[in-house]
């Protein structure tokens, strides 16, 4: 088990097939599960985008506390700003309810994230909270 678990997290090919089924099992994964979802997935989005040639890719706008529970494959979260995501009027003073928020709002993406700020002079909060190499400044920083 650690043998696999060592290959796939070093993103390596692992040679047992049979080994890695065993893991998944006893992690209490369900690659059939796994595997129909993102397959059912793919099939919707494809009918989706041949169903109105007009619009390619359909786009839901909502609030992160009505986006719990959604997935999309590229999430914008706009106006994230402390004035916005920190309800205190001590920005300092982060609530657990505006981590919460957070962690929503990040989670829902299954590819990638577009954090967009209005605010130039004072890098968010909570983009600290982000390991730097997994950001990507695009426009202004």
Partial sequence: MLKVLSLVSKDKEV???NAFADLLV?????AYGLAKDFLKNEIDSKALSNSNPARKMPITATTI???KGL?????FITHFDDRYFIKNNDKSKIADQDICN???ALTRARKKVFLI????TKTP???????AERIEHIGQK
Avoid: G, R
Wanted: no cysteine.
């Fill in 71 to 75: 997935a999309a494959d590229y999430v």
């Fill in 15 to 17: 040679p047992d097939e």
């Fill in 65 to 67: 506390q009505s986006s």
């Fill in 117 to 120: 700020s209005s605010e130039t």
């Fill in 125 to 131: 909060a909570f983009l600290d909270w982000i390991e």
């Fill in 102 to 104: 957070f962690l929503v």
């Fill in 26 to 30: 006893k992690v209490d994964i369900d």
